[in-house]
């Protein structure tokens, strides 16, 4: 585990200064003074230590959010304290790790968010969980999009990639579900 940790943050390290694609296993175990058999011991390839790195990386405050924008907040902080990191997988054919990281992150947030509304207690948990991905897809997209095709990135950059969403939609959204549920069951 202390090796497979070590050779992470090495590889983050590296992404810092050089893109992923210069990265070679030698240079990454060289750095971690490890032989290449302990790197293919615990990992098949360069991306799989990168998908390891994912699955261990969370992002600071994201639990404390009580609503989308704090989330957006957190997000753009995580990615402005991170950015030399994000923007090296997101020139690689690592970019799809990211994108799951994010939409991941918008999922469980989503989801906890609707079971806090009080009509969100209402529905049931298939229904949560559909809202959760609908909104999580359209998040995570719009983020890794304008992260990568954007030069300079802000906040208020970031949020106007969400001019479809107004105040409240996913309240909304819950609330037309369990409209739409009351009137089946009639």
Do not use: W
């Not at 293919?40 to 994912?54: A, G, N, R, S």
């Not at 902080?77 to 970019?95: E, I, Q, R």
């Not at 095709?149 to 479809?164: A, D, E, H």
């Amino acid at each position: 585990m202390k090796t497979e940790h070590e050779l992470a943050i090495a590889l983050r390290t590296m992404m810092s200064e050089v893109s992923l694609d210069d990265i070679s296993v030698t240079s990454l175990t060289k750095k971690c003074h490890v032989n290449r058999k302990t790197f293919y011991y615990h990992f098949h390839d360069i991306y799989d230590l990168l998908t390891q790195v994912f699955l261990d990386e969370t992002i600071p405050g994201v639990l404390e959010t009580k609503d989308i924008n704090q989330l957006m907040k957190v997000i753009y902080n995580y990615y402005a304290k991170n950015s030399k990191f994000v923007d090296a997988t997101l020139n690689s054919a690592g970019k799809d790790l990211f994108q799951e990281f994010i939409y991941n992150t918008c999922y469980t947030n989503f989801l906890r968010y609707i079971v806090a509304l009080p009509e969100g207690k209402k529905i049931h948990s298939n229904d949560r969980k559909y809202i959760a991905r609908f909104y999580a897809f359209a998040y995570s997209n719009s983020i890794v999009y304008y992260l990568s095709n954007y030069k300079s990135k802000t906040f208020t950059g970031l949020m106007n990639c969400f001019s479809f969403e107004n105040k409240n939609c996913l309240e909304k959204a819950v609330i037309k579900v369990v409209a739409e549920k009351g009137k089946t069951q009639q």
